[in-house]
């Protein structure tokens, strides 16, 4: 098995939960900070990593280490710097960015979702390195804005630097399951625009906010069909049509028919479902005797479904069983991740496994065991031995 520095990855990640990378420009927080933290170990080691901007102060990192050892695959090892804001600090009992290690746990936002995915990923591939020759080479890649629309993940496919990866391992927390499935998304925005009128003279205008009612009615109706059609997936559940927001007229003239009203609809899919098709169901429930409707598709993340014969998911799987001793367990992934635009924009293969707890993200008092960030920097280096080598 290849020897993995405990201490390091550890720690790696205790600096890496202390800088506050949330995208919040107000407060004078960007991703940069963690991004200069990865490319500044990465060069301590000997490597050359690339820094791309993917928007302006939102970098990504990408280093290229090479195994020495002849022609072969390219394995890709993906995380993200970025995390959600703390929220509301009394809800915390630890400080969200302290890094602190209690009862056997690391804490703080960020600690599963994803800096330690993102450590292991790093102190793998150096493992990897100093075990000896390989064939082919490891991509190991630090991206931005994971957590909104995937800019760095976007940026690092349109650039081309996807092209010539055969597989990637996405380091999200995931509590030791191999997610090769993953729910897809699709965010629309309904615009209803009708003509506004006096609420006592409602006969002089078209009141979109009717429209609205019934094009919430027809969602409902949407759902149940998509569902009949879609039958509940073995790890990601149903499909999901659920209206979030509603936007019409103003509470200082409730005597006035507005002329605007917008519904926004988040619409969660399993595979086999085209995103296409209810994009256009939803635009034909919205049409209404006198109403103009718009409807604009703000996020399209398809489903991603990867065999489990797939490269990466038989090495990754293989390396599971070796380190742990346990047989892997298969599950999915709610929403999505950076694997989702690897996959379908890039036509890379992707899995996701990772240190922390599915249900952990996002919360106050976030956590990781630390036991668990040394175990999946050592199942990440097999993985990538065994992915390289053919040996799965």
């Excluded at 050892?69 to 959600?84: A, N, Q, R, S, Y």
């Excluded at 409730?254 to 609809?265: G, K």
């Excluded at 994009?279 to 005797?289: N, S």
């Excluded at 989702?340 to 890039?346: A, I, K």
Aim: glycine residues 12%; negative net charge; hydrophobic residues 40%.
């Amino acid at each position: 098995m290849i020897e993995v520095d405990a201490d390091g990855v550890v720690e790696f990640t205790q600096a890496l939960v202390r800088i506050p990378s949330t995208n919040d420009p107000a407060r004078g927080r960007c991703e940069r900070p963690a991004a200069e933290l990865v490319e500044a170990r990465m060069r301590e080691w000997g490597w050359d990593p690339v820094v791309y901007e993917a928007a302006p102060g939102r970098p990504n990192v990408v280093a290229v280490v090479e195994g020495g050892g002849g022609p072969g695959p390219t394995l890709m090892f993906e995380g993200h710097t970025d995390v959600v804001t703390e929220g509301d600090l009394s809800s915390w009992t630890v400080d969200p960015f302290g890094g602190e290690i209690r009862d056997g746990k690391l804490w703080g936002r960020g600690s599963a979702d994803m800096k330690s995915g993102l450590a292991a990923t790093l102190y793998a591939t150096r493992a990897l390195q100093l075990a000896g020759t390989f064939p082919g080479r490891v991509k190991v890649c630090a991206l931005a804005d994971e957590e909104g629309l995937m800019l760095g993940a976007h940026h690092f496919v349109s650039s081309g630097l996807a092209s010539d990866v055969d597989g990637a391992i996405v380091a999200e927390p995931e509590a030791g399951e191999i997610c090769a499935v993953a729910k897809g998304a699709l965010r629309l925005r309904v615009d209803l625009t009708g003509r506004m009128a006096h609420g006592a003279m409602p006969q002089h205008g078209r009141n979109p906010i009717a429209a609205a009612g019934t094009l919430l009615t027809g969602l409902r109706s949407l759902q149940e069909e998509l569902q009949r059609r879609h039958p509940a997936h073995e790890h990601l559940g149903e499909v999901y049509v659920t209206p979030t927001v509603l936007r019409a007229g103003s509470e200082e003239q409730v005597n006035v028919i507005p002329a605007v009203a917008s519904v926004f609809v988040d619409v969660r899919t399993v595979p086999g479902a085209d995103h296409k098709e209810i994009a256009d169901r939803v635009a034909a429930l919205a049409r209404a005797e006198g109403i103009s409707v718009e409807v604009s598709v703000l996020v399209d993340r398809p489903p991603v479904d990867v065999p489990r014969s797939d490269p990466v998911v038989a090495a990754l799987a293989a390396a599971h069983r070796a380190v742990t001793g346990e047989e892997p367990v298969y599950g999915g992934v709610p929403g999505t991740t950076d694997g989702t635009v690897l996959t379908h924009w890039g036509g890379v293969p992707s899995v996701v496994y990772g240190p922390g707890g599915k249900w952990i993200a996002h919360q106050a008092d976030e956590f990781v065991e630390v036991a668990e960030i040394v175990r999946c920097t050592r199942v990440f280096a097999e993985a990538a031995r065994r992915f390289l080598n053919g040996d799965y």
